[in-house]
């Protein structure tokens, strides 16, 4: 059985703390370990391996990620834009086996009872085995609006449903053959495309051309882009779940969060004797029920109850509880705007490092820069600005026109407008370096690799 993770996902409802290019399932939200790294082991002891389904832009997370736990995987499929879980999950079938069994799951939900868990995919695989599309079904705890639900009959599914208005959700609950859809499957990869096939023949067409067109190379699979534009943007439960007569739904009650919103996360994080999370960065007084999250300023409460405080170095959202759902609405805005809050932190991370921007005005910006060992930036010049770097910890191999050189710690270079450069990090720890840009325009693209 092969774990297919999708985490091609923005987590836009998290917004400020994910962001384009690192989204909910990379964040540590909950534990030191991302969504994504308990994804991956909590998956491993049943699957023989594991295929990454994700954003180009996302690809060296996962491999970070991956690597922080020492797990290895030799398949990626790369997108290099998303159009949603039907063409994502259709190109994964097309790329192993029609006889293998996929476990189909997001890479940022949170799953706290393993042993039920367990024995649920063990159930779903003997389904899945006898050739049919499984689902599966929570087992829901509360009438929640925010899920779509799936009326079942033991493992015969009857219909799924929409998102509810509350009074629909409160139904669903009463009546006890409701759950909530999940978004997990489990079938055989041949099953999957012939049942795709017959329910939505444009987007299965469509990904087997972008698959045959696609770039393969050492377990990367990479869909050109005008290929991917060209498949039909569709959920997997609009493209097939909903119009197959061969689907069946494991009830499972295990623990599950998809961590959608910040209530959800409220939910998970442990609190204080006054309900609010708990965070050496907050100081409470006359305060309850509030979910703080401050790494670096320290945010104190008065007579404040149930809102929820993100702060980040560059962003700070405020809202009430159960209007969460609403920050949609503001990474919309910003996007109108087109404000680099929506893609980034303040710190930005590279298949060679991260770089942090300490500050930053219209005609100078200070970096700090940290290149792994062994990794390299890619030849580059710019022609709007000059650039200084220091050396605060490890060695920098520094090329400058061609001519190459060593910095070590507390040492220098200057890097005129035109230069054609690059810098790697020969050593063995991390080379850490004070990037200083100065000219008529620092903006990221001015640059030429």
């Known amino acids: 059985m092969i774990n297919v993770v999708l985490c091609g996902g923005n987590g836009t409802r998290l917004w400020p703390l994910s962001r384009t290019l690192y989204p909910k399932q990379f964040n540590k939200l909950i534990s030191n370990q991302s969504l994504f790294q308990m994804t991956a082991l909590r998956n491993q002891e049943i699957c023989d391996r594991i295929f990454i389904v994700s954003n180009e832009e996302q690809y060296f997370l996962a491999l970070d990620h991956l690597e922080e736990l020492n797990i290895t995987t030799d398949q990626f499929l790369l997108e290099p834009v998303g159009r949603n879980t039907a063409p994502a999950i259709a190109l994964a079938c097309l790329a192993v086996d029609e006889s293998e069994l996929l476990l189909v799951t997001p890479s940022d939900h949170i799953v706290k009872d393993l042993a039920q868990y367990n024995a649920c995919i063990k159930d779903a695989k003997q389904l899945a085995e006898q050739d049919h599309l499984v689902t599966f079904g929570i087992t829901p705890s509360y009438p929640e609006t925010g ?5 079942s009959r033991g493992f015969d599914v009857i219909s799924f449903k929409e998102k509810p208005d509350k009074k629909l959700a409160e139904y669903y609950l009463d009546q006890g053959n409701y ?6 499957f489990l079938f055989k990869a041949g099953v999957f495309l012939r049942e795709l096939q017959l329910y939505a023949p444009e987007i299965y067409d469509l990904s087997l051309e972008a698959f045959g067109r696609s770039k393969k190379s050492e377990g990367i699979i990479r869909i ?3 290929d991917m534009l060209a498949i039909p943007s569709d959920s997997i439960d609009f493209a097939l779940m909903e ?3 061969n689907v069946k739904m494991i009830p499972s009650d295990i623990g599950w969060s998809d961590m959608g919103s910040f209530e959800a996360l409220y939910a998970e994080l442990p609190q204080d004797i006054n309900k609010n999370t708990e965070n050496e960065q907050h100081i409470a007084v006359d305060s309850t029920r509030n979910l703080i999250i401050s790494d670096e300023r320290l945010i ?26 609403k920050v949609k609405t503001v990474v919309e805005e910003l996007k109108l705007r087109k404000s680099d809050l929506c893609d980034n932190h303040v710190t930005a991370y590279r298949p060679w490092g991260n770089h942090t921007v300490l500050d930053s005005t219209e005609n100078y910006k200070i970096k700090k820069v940290i290149i792994k060992p062994g990794r390299k930036l890619s030849t580059q010049r710019h022609y709007h600005r000059n650039e200084h770097w220091i050396v605060v910890r490890g060695t920098a191999l520094i090329s400058v026109n061609g001519n190459k050189s060593l910095l070590r710690t507390n040492e220098s270079t200057f890097i005129r407008m035109g230069d ?9 720890i991390d080379l850490c370096l004070i990037e200083v840009q100065a000219g008529d325009y620092v903006k990221e693209d001015d640059v030429i690799r």
Request: aromatic fraction near 8%; hydrophobic fraction near 35%.
């Open 147 to 151: 899920f779509g639900y799936i009326e």
């Open 179 to 184: 759950f909530w859809n999940s978004g997990m």
């Open 224 to 226: 050109g882009r005008d």
């Open 243 to 245: 119009k197959s007569n």
């Open 300 to 325: 104190a409460t008065i007579d404040i109850e149930d809102l929820i405080i993100v702060d980040t170095p560059d962003a700070l959202l405020i809202s009430k509880h159960g209007s969460a759902q």
């Open 420 to 428: 054609e450069h690059s810098v790697e990090n020969p050593g063995k």
